[in-house]
Structure formats: C-alpha cells, structure tokens
C-alpha cells in the first residue's frame, strides 16, 4: 500500500495547490472520441465520455461543456485506501455552500471548484489543515 491512511496525519499535512488554468466539464457521445491533448481526466460511461479538459481547448474544439472550474490538489500522498479523507473535507465546502468534484489520482485528489468560489474552497482548506495541527 502506498501513501498516508491516517485522518488526522492526512489533515495536518494538508497543502494546496491551484493550476491556474480554467478546466470544464464535457461529455462525448458513446464511441465517439477526442484526439486532441488538453485533456486532464477522461472517464467512459455507459452514456459516453467524460472529459476534464482547459476551457479554452474545449472552445477551440467547438465542444459544449459545462462546470467552470479550478482544479486544486491536494498536495499530500493520500492513500487509495484512506478513510474519511475526501469527506471530511466535501462535509466543509458543502456547508460552504461550494459544489466540488474530486477526483483521486495515484497520488493525490484534485478537487474542482467552480471559478467564483476558489478563494473559499482554499481558505477552508487552509483553516482544515491548521485545526489538525492544532489538535494533534
């Protein structure tokens, strides 16, 4: 197993990074595909493909998307196996009235919110991280 499982230790390690690119959300019918780089996540459905992709790749493609997002990482090895993680942290921006999509990669969860609640999403994470210092 590889990466951090323990909450507490997950939490009070907590940092975030934010890419400053704006991705959005599309999706492609089944079967049909998309060849162009840009693309940060893809995920088949039975219903097609989803993309995370930059906004300006998707205008350029003429492609329909939605969810204008920053995508913030969380910059702590959390195991695929970790419990509670993810939602401790989706409780917080949901009592923050902030809609987020995570995503868990190998080495981190990348967390996408949308653009106008950024700052918050960041300060909340922030404000995780140092309560944990604070009771470990």
Known sequence: MSGETDLGALLASLTVTCDDEIYVFVTLPQGQ?????????????????????????????????????????????????AIGFLAVITRELAAAQISVNPVAGYYHDHLFVPVAKREAAEKILQNLQQEAVANS
Do not use: N
């Open 33 to 81: 595909t998309y060849e162009k780089g840009a693309v940060k996540m893809q995920f088949e459905e039975a219903e097609g493909t989803t993309l995370i992709m930059t906004r300006d790749a998707a205008e350029a493609s003429g492609l329909a998307y939605t969810f204008p997002s920053y995508c913030l990482t969380l910059a702590v090895h959390s195991s695929l196996e």
